[in-house]
């Protein structure tokens, strides 16, 4: 998702490094890795990065799962983000693909850049944010760089997963005939986005103070569905992160599977203060499904597995929804009232 889109531009990059040009800013990459270096602790093949390589042992029959997706200023957060916010998103938007592949964190490596020295406290908050996701996953820094170079912040972290050998579910393997759950629910990020850059939104949208900080913390600190797995391995044929939007990610699994996909737009599960939103300004329907940074979990689930598919997911605390089927033939379908298609000017984000 863009964040500056013709209607509000980001903070620049001094901002996004300090507030206060006199603060104490850190001196060559040691100093950086010094404060990184805790971020290890746990996994003793990081060797407290003290080395040029991590050392990873996997168990017996399982397998790695590995995905990058880097962060940059100004595309996926704000300059005066809190760097707590950035830091647990750089590693949250990377959790969020091994989520739906059922695989479970182990590590991952981080390569940070700078256009200046960033400050002593702000590395420490951001720091601070990615031990807090780390905890969260279940998973720890193992080694990677620090650079400078021209343009904005930009965070590229590879995440390390594991899945029993043989147990990840792919995107390309749904079948006709399949029903398409989601997971949580969608477009609260696309709301908390628009209340980042416009807080009068809020006041138009009839939203409370606190219904407009949920939506703009649904934008700040993605909440991977790593519990999922286990609903996955064992009753879905495919699966996916919905980070791009819902009909562009779903395009993409029925490209991939050779199948078409329709979607009742009334069956996407929201959030109330989304609800609210959109009862209030019905244009915002079209946002909920193309807007991107909702990792949450696409999935399709043969019929005859849709409902332990549902019950083992709330056993272990995910709330999933069915929004429609897989099908024979081509393309996605989006109902919208009275079931004609939605009329889509794009599907989703895209970076070119």
């Not at 079948?175 to 398409?180: I, K, R």
């Not at 949208?205 to 934008?219: C, D, T």
């Not at 519990?227 to 992160?241: C, E, G, I, P, W």
Request: proline share 6%; with cysteine; charged share 20%.
């Amino acid at each position: 998702m863009v964040l500056s889109n013709g209607v509000a531009g980001c903070e620049t990059v001094e901002h996004a490094m300090t507030s206060n040009p006199q603060e104490q800013r850190l001196h060559g990459e040691e100093a950086l890795i010094r404060l990184l270096a805790p971020l290890t602790s746990g996994a003793p093949g990081a060797f407290g990065l003290a080395d040029d390589c991590a050392l990873i042992a996997v168990e017996p029959g399982t397998q790695l799962v590995l995905k990058t997706d880097p962060v940059a200023e100004g595309v996926h957060f704000f300059g005066d983000d809190a760097p707590e916010d950035i830091g647990w998103k750089a590693l949250a938007v990377n959790a969020s693909d091994l989520a739906a592949k059922a695989a479970q964190p182990l590590g991952y490596l981080m390569a940070v850049s700078f256009p200046e020295a960033p400050t002593a406290s702000w590395f420490k908050r951001f720091a601070a944010g990615l031990e807090a996701a780390q905890r969260a996953f279940g998973c720890h820094l193992l080694g990677g760089d620090t650079d400078r170079r021209p343009g904005p912040v930009t965070i590229t972290i590879t995440i390390l997963g594991t899945v029993a050998a043989r147990g990840m579910v792919r995107r390309g393997t749904a079948q006709a005939g399949d029903v398409l759950f989601v997971s949580g629910t969608l477009g609260d990020a696309f709301l908390g986005l628009g209340l980042r850059k416009d807080t009068a939104l809020a006041g138009r949208w009839g939203l409370a103070s606190e219904e407009a900080q949920y939506l703009v913390q649904r934008f700040l600190r993605p909440q991977p569905r790593l519990a999922l797995a286990t609903a996955l391995r064992a009753h879905a044929s495919a699966a996916m992160d919905v980070s791009d939007g819902l009909a562009k990610d779903l395009a993409r699994m029925c490209s991939a599977s050779g199948c078409a996909g329709r979607v009742r737009l009334a069956d996407v599960p929201l959030s109330a203060p989304a609800a609210k939103a959109a009862a209030v300004d019905p244009v915002l329907a079209a946002g909920m499904v193309t807007a991107g940074d909702d990792y949450e979990v696409l999935a399709a689930v043969p019929a005859a597995n849709a409902d332990a598919f549902r019950s083992c997911a709330v056993v272990d605390g995910i709330p999933v929804s069915p929004i429609g089927f897989m099908r024979a033939g081509r393309g996605i379908v989006i109902e919208g009232d009275e079931g004609r298609p939605l009329a889509l000017d794009h599907l989703g984000w895209d970076h070119f």
